[in-house]
């Protein structure tokens, strides 16, 4: 059932969705480009995207650091409780 109402829904948004040009939906009507380095200058001033991003690097890097490093401290654990060492 899920398949055939989702392939149903993709049909009418694609046949009645309106797409506004881009800018539009914001109520920009004079949208300009601008150079690289500004646009690199207005994210670093931006101190919320600043540290959402820092600290999804945080949680990925301690997730990652525990996903390595945990067999090994839970073996040094079970060492230390007397429970035999795992053959390698």
Known sequence: VTPVLGVIS???IL???HEPP???AEGAHHLTNTAWCSDIA???RNKSFVTT???STAVAF???A?????PLYMGYAMTMEGHPKPDS
């Not at 525990?66 to 945990?70: G, T």
């Open 10 to 12: 993709v049909i009418l």
């Open 15 to 17: 046949l009645l969705l």
């Open 22 to 24: 881009r800018g539009e």
């Open 42 to 44: 207005y994210i670093v």
């Open 53 to 55: 991003t820092f600290g």
């Open 62 to 64: 301690v997730a990652g």
């Open 66 to 70: 525990l996903a390595w490093f945990a």
